[in-house]
């Protein structure tokens, strides 16, 4: 039999609200400051165009939900941080981000996408100690490493490592542009999400 992969992802859904989602044997979220590259991440990952990408930032408004397989998840959620848009609009999102990451018993990894040249934000430490206190299991991923001169690589991963508190080993240092880290970070991936798959 065909190992299953993200290769065969397609998109399922896209909802607002995580109580009308439905349930899953087991899903992988992406989350992040608006722009940060999730959705490319996701393409890159999928080695397809599923998610939407922009270069404007608030561009995932709702929850989106790829499916690799029946009932395996990869789920694309709106940034934060993005200062356009009505308070009200921007209180729903918060809501909407928190309402999927504490309902969902078959999350099985929240991956953190930061900056890799701009490094963890106030808002990404923040996310990360909110992770920490619900005792969610997460992952950083570096972004737009092709950003960073290779020079520079090491002392920018060692320092935002530090900043999170984690050993620069542990952030994964990724180019969805470049193709950077994709193939290990999709290894890992599908690995949370058919482990025990039939
Ligand atoms: N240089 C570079 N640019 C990237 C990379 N990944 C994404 N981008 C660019 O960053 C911008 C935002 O990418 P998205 O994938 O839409 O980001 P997002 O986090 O999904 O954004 P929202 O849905 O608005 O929260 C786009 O212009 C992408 O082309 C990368 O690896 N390298
Ligand atoms: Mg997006």
Known sequence: ????GLAEANHLLSETSADRLGAAAAEIAFVGRSNVGKSSLINALCRKDLARV??????????????????????????????????????????????????RPALR???VLVDAKVGPTRLDLDMLAW????????????????????AASSTRRG????????????????????????????AEVERELFSDAA
């Open 109 to 111: 990894r929240i991956f």
């Open 54 to 103: 922009s270069g404007t930032p608030g561009r995932t408004r709702a929850i989106n939900v790829f499916a690799a397989a029946p009932g395996r998840w990869l789920v694309d959620l709106p940034g934060y941080g993005y200062a356009q848009g009505g308070q009200a609009e921007r209180a729903g999102w918060g809501a909407m981000i928190e309402g999927y990451l504490t309902r």
């Open 131 to 150: 992770l920490q206190s619900q005792g969610l299991p997460w992952r950083v991923v570096a972004t737009k490493a092709d950003q960073v001169k290779r």
């Open 1 to 4: 039999m065909r190992r299953a």
């Open 159 to 186: 320092e935002a490592a530090r900043l999170m508190g984690i050993l620069p080993e542990n952030l994964a240092w990724v180019s969805a542009a470049e193709n950077v880290g994709v193939k290990e970070l999709r």
